[in-house]
Nanobody, 116 residues
Framework: QVQLVESGGGLVQAGGSLRLSCAAS????????MGWYRQAPGKQRELVAT???????NYADSVKGRFTISRDNAKNTVYLQMNSLKPEDTAVYYC??????????WGQGTQVTVSS
């Protein structure tokens, strides 16, 4: 069992910053990868950033240098610091957790809107 609670979305002007958080509550589940994905209207869900339990990260090219993923393993929490936001970053952002036993676990999503 895995429950994910996201927070931190909102409305911000272009060039601004937001910080997303995702706290995972787990039972009989070992977390390996925690990450963020996003889905804009009319588009497919896409990877934003992921981080493994040993600290390896992966970023979408479109957010490199602007977004930073981090996690607190003791709290089973992953963060996404988003700086220099652009209107094209507007989307619903989803937290995703992967681990053992195998399976996909998604958060409910949090809206990020960047105004020009």
């Amino acid at each position: 069992q895995v429950q994910l609670v996201e927070s931190g979305g909102g409305l911000v002007q272009a060039g601004g910053s937001l910080r997303l958080s995702c706290a995972a509550s787990t039972s009989r589940f070992s977390i390996n990868v925690m990450g963020w994905y996003r889905q804009a209207p009319g588009k497919q869900r896409e990877l934003v950033a992921t981080m493994t339990s040993d600290g390896s990260t992966n970023y979408a090219d479109s957010v490199k240098g602007r977004f930073t993923i981090s996690r607190d393993n003791a709290k089973n929490t992953v963060y996404l610091q988003m700086n220099s936001l652009k209107p094209e970053d507007t989307a619903v952002y989803y937290c995703r957790v992967m681990g053992s036993p195998p399976g996909n676990h998604w958060g409910q999503g949090t809206q990020v809107t960047v105004s020009s």
